[in-house]
C-alpha cells in the first residue's frame, strides 16, 4: 500500500482526510443520526483538514503523542466552541439537559467531546496511519504549499459547522463574545505549549500487559466508563446521565480521572521498547467497537442493525490491517541478512 515517494506522502494525506471523519463521527454519530453521512462533505474539511493540519504541524515541531493530545484540545474547542458554538448554547443537543453547566459554559458536554475529539477524531486516525504508512511516520505529508491549503480548508470547515450545522440544529443562537474570544485565546496557548513547550519530553517505561490482546478490553472499558458517566448512552433525551440522584460534578470528576488514569498508562506503556504494532491494533479495536456500541440503546432495530454493520466493518478492516502489518514484518525479517 505504501509509496515511498511524492505519490506515498500525497495518498497518505488523503487517506487520512477521509480516516479521520469516519473514525469520529461515521462510526460513532452515524449510528444513531443516520443523516450525519448526508453531512459528510461538512464534515470532511474540519475533521479531514484538520487533523491533517494538527499531524503537519506535530511532525514538523518533533512533537509526539502529548502535543497530539495538547492540539486535540484545541481542535474541540475550534469545532464545539467557534463552529457549533455548542459549548455555550443552553438548546444545541439538548446538552444543557444532562451537562454541568456553570457560568454559561456546558462543563460535561465539553469533556465528553475532549474525550470523543481527542481520541477518536485525532489520535486514533494517526495511529492508523503511521501502520498503513510507517515510512512516512516521522516525515511531513505536505509541503508549504499543501499546508497551507490544509489549514485554509479547516478555516473554512469551522465556517462550515458554524453556518451549516449550527444554523439548522440551533437556529438563532450566538454565543457571547466573551466567550469566543477565550476560546480563540485558549486555542493559542494550546497551540504554543503543543509546539513549543512538550516536544521532546519523554515519559518513563513502565511494563507492558503481559499480552497485547488484553489492550482490546482495557481499551473498550476505558471508552464506556469516560463516556458512559458523561453522556447517555445513545444521546438518549432525559436529562442527566444519573438523574438527580447525584450531583452533577461527580460523574464529571470520575471521567476526568478515566482520561487522566488512561492517558499515564498508555503513555508509558508506548515508551517501553516492547510496544508494538499488535498493542496499537487491539487498543483501536476494543476503543472502536466500544465507541461504536455505546450509540446503540434508544435507537430500536435500526441503530441495533446499523451499529452491527459498522463493527463487522471495523473488525474487518483491523484484520486486514493486522495481515498487513504481519505480512509486512515477514518480509522485513526475511530481508534482513543472516549471520
Not at 13 to 23: F, G, I, Q, R, S
Not at 103 to 112: E, I, P, R, V
Not at 294 to 303: L, R
Request: hydrophobic share 55%; charged share 10%.
Amino acid at each position: 500500500m505504501e509509496d515511498n515517494g511524492s505519490r506515498g506522502r500525497i495518498k497518505a494525506a488523503w487517506t487520512l482526510v477521509v480516516l479521520a471523519p469516519l473514525c469520529a463521527e461515521l462510526t460513532f454519530t452515524a449510528v444513531a443520526v443516520p443523516q450525519t453521512w448526508i453531512a459528510l462533505p461538512l464534515l470532511i474539511p474540519m475533521y479531514g483538514a484538520g487533523v491533517l493540519l494538527i499531524r503537519e504541524a506535530v511532525v514538523r515541531a518533533g512533537g509526539g503523542w502529548p502535543s497530539l493530545v495538547a492540539l486535540g484540545l484545541a481542535y474541540e474547542l475550534a469545532e464545539d466552541g467557534l463552529g457549533l458554538q455548542a459549548l455555550t448554547s443552553p438548546t444545541m443537543y439538548d446538552a444543557a439537559e444532562w451537562s454541568l453547566r456553570f457560568l454559561g459554559f456546558n462543563g460535561t458536554y465539553w469533556l465528553a467531546q475532549v474525550g470523543v475529539h481527542v481520541v477518536f477524531s485525532v489520535l486514533i486516525p494517526l495511529l492508523l496511519m503511521d501502520m498503513l504508512f510507517p515510512r512516512h511516520r516521522s516525515r511531513p505529508y505536505l509541503r508549504t504549499g499543501g499546508l497551507v491549503v490544509a489549514a485554509a480548508a479547516a478555516v473554512l470547515g469551522v465556517a462550515g459547522l458554524r453556518f451549516g450545522i449550527a444554523a439548522t440544529q440551533d437556529p438563532g443562537y450566538q454565543a457571547p463574545v466573551g466567550a469566543l474570544i477565550a476560546f480563540a485565546a485558549v486555542i493559542a496557548v494550546l497551540a504554543v505549549v503543543a509546539l513549543k513547550v512538550l516536544p521532546g519530553r519523554a515519559a518513563a517505561a513502565r511494563p507492558l500487559p503481559s499480552r497485547p490482546i488484553w489492550l482490546g478490553p482495557f481499551g473498550a472499558a476505558a471508552t464506556l466508563v469516560f463516556l458512559g458517566l458523561l453522556m447517555p448512552a445513545g444521546l438518549r433525551p432525559g436529562g442527566p446521565v444519573f438523574g438527580d440522584a447525584v450531583p452533577l460534578v461527580l460523574p464529571l470528576l470520575g471521567s476526568l480521572a478515566v482520561g487522566a488514569a488512561t492517558i499515564v498508562l498508555l503513555r508509558r506503556w508506548a515508551a517501553d521498547p516492547g510496544w508494538g504494532d499488535a498493542h496499537r491494533l487491539w487498543l483501536v479495536g476494543g476503543a472502536m467497537v466500544a465507541h461504536t456500541a455505546f450509540m446503540v440503546p434508544g435507537h430500536g432495530t435500526a441503530g441495533l442493525v446499523t451499529a452491527v454493520v459498522t463493527i463487522a466493518a471495523e473488525v474487518l478492516a483491523l484484520l486486514w490491517l493486522a495481515r498487513l502489518v504481519r505480512k509486512r514484518e515477514h518480509s522485513a525479517v526475511s530481508s534482513s541478512p543472516k549471520a
